[in-house]
């Protein structure tokens, strides 16, 4: 199938501001953040039998339901052209389970640290038509490729292993909100993250420094 090219929005200058992120966001952000992932070939391999387009179309589905994962960790900030209102880059921050919740004993005890970074919380009908949208999304990455960021992953895993971090997701396309960095997973989740299978049938939701299949989708 012959790709095709999809424009992300062009910056009309150097003025942006940082913004929260909403549910609302979720098809700006796949048309910003996609066709950066399409110039990692690492994704490219995955996609192989997908256009840019049409995965973009995709994601869009599933970016809402994304979003409201993991709100008592995850934080999110958009990069906001000052003149047209389009989306120029986003972050997703992954806050380890210990520095998510402000204790304070005057006030705030319990407050989500970095509360403006927190996805609102939408009404449970929202998140049903969320969740029935998201579920009617193709999403069936090509995994027989996986294998060769085997390397990589270990170099991670013998990292993250010496202390906590913060996680970093960062995705800017074409406008620099925040260069990539490699995903680090906080210690904490990845106690809980199973050990990773060389086969490809057990390569879903792998962690590697790259962008993550759940963070778009």
Request: with cysteine; glycine share 4%.
């Amino acid at each position: 199938m012959a790709d095709q090219h999809h424009t992300a929005p062009q910056p009309s200058n150097t003025s942006f501001t940082i913004s929260q992120v909403t549910v609302a966001d979720g098809p700006a952000l796949a048309a910003n953040n996609i066709p950066a992932f399409w110039a990692d070939p690492h994704w490219r391999l995955e996609w192989r039998h997908r256009t840019l387009d049409y995965h973009v179309s995709q994601v869009a589905l599933r970016y809402p339901r994304t979003l409201l994962r993991n709100r008592a960790t995850a934080r999110h900030q958009k990069a906001v052209d000052a003149a047209t209102g389009d989306i120029l880059g986003y972050a997703r921050w992954s806050l380890p389970e210990s520095h998510a919740i402000m204790i304070v004993e005057s006030e705030g005890n319990g407050t989500p640290a970095w509360p403006e970074a927190v996805i609102p919380v939408v009404s449970e009908e929202e998140e049903e038509e969320i969740n029935r949208v998201a579920a009617t999304a193709a999403w069936d990455p090509d995994l027989t490729s996986d294998s060769l960021l085997d390397r990589m992953r270990e170099i991670q895993e013998e990292i993250v292993a010496r202390k906590v971090y913060m996680s970093t997701a960062s995705f800017s396309s074409p406008f620099p909100f925040l260069p990539w960095r490699d995903r680090i997973l906080t210690r904490e989740r990845r106690a809980r993250i199973p050990r990773r299978s060389p086969k490809p049938s057990a390569a879903r939701g792998r962690y590697c420094p790259r962008p993550q299949r759940d963070a778009t989708g």
